[in-house]
């Protein structure tokens, strides 16, 4: 007997569907009401399934994301991206390692809804203009315009300069050690002089409100000597996890010449739930 094709594409939809929205929750609940759409389907009309259940999950991934934008705007404190656990060797893929991590979900939460999808099937899948265009109802031509608009709005927010993969866990590991000291010079250290911590507590957890800049304030912020920190791997890099006074936070760096630029810190419990299996991503 032949698998369901949505099934077979599970992986791909999964990842379409997260980075269309950034959360794996509603990215799962956008893949429950894609198979309902499916189970409906004449399967004998539908030449090729994988293009079919993209734009499925997109249409539907777009109506939720509209949905969402309304309800981020009344967030508490600073929203981030939903961390996943992921294998390690999802970091060999570069290109989907890049598009799951949580800087690039942070730049694309700055895209309006038909950018963002645009520009994740375009540039993250390679899709053909004109299947995106019949998955946002748009022209090909317009999709085209949107997509170049997409590119250089995301140039424009996305760090500087990539980073080798030893590069940037060597790092990691040298401010997670710093981590584990408390001490606020070695923190120092290892951060860039205009370092930005960017909080994510969603209301239910100690978190700063406003982003912090400077290495002197976020290392002072960052010192504690009581915290549990151990070295995970989050949305394709290494990144760390920390326990302290009972609140955990998942963290993820961005590393530019040797040191951290930005740290990203997920505190929101509602977020720290896909961090006991590795999530299931594909291209």
Partial sequence: MTEDPFVVHRRLLFTVAYEMLGSAADAEDVLQESWLRWADVDRAQVSDPRAYLVRVVTRQALNRLRALSRRREDYVGQWLP???????????????????????????????????????????????????????????????????????????????????RSEQQAVVERFLA???????????????????????????????????????????????PDRVVSAVWLNGALAGRIEVDGQRAAVSLVVEDGRVTRIHAIANPQKLTRLEEPAQLAR
Avoid: N, W
């Avoid at 999802?90 to 809804?113: F, R, Y």
């Avoid at 982003?211 to 304030?217: C, D, R, S």
């Fill in 178 to 224: 710093a981590l584990r000291t408390g001490r606020v010079q070695e923190l120092m250290e290892v951060m860039a002089p205009d370092v930005v911590l960017i909080a994510d507590g969603g209301g239910l957890a100690a978190a700063a409100r406003v982003p912090i800049h400077g290495a002197g304030l976020v290392a002072r912020m960052l010192a504690h």
């Fill in 82 to 164: 939903e961390p996943l656990l992921t294998s390690p060797d999802v970091a060999e893929d570069i290109e989907l390692a890049d598009s799951v991590s949580i800087a690039m979900l942070t730049v694309l939460e700055t895209l309006g809804p038909t950018e963002r999808a645009v520009f994740v099937l375009r540039e993250v899948f390679d899709t053909p203009y004109g299947e995106i265009a019949e998955a946002v109802g748009k022209s090909a031509a317009a999709v085209r315009q949107i997509a170049r608009r997409a590119r250089e709005h995301v140039a424009a927010r996305r760090p500087r300069m990539r980073v080798s």
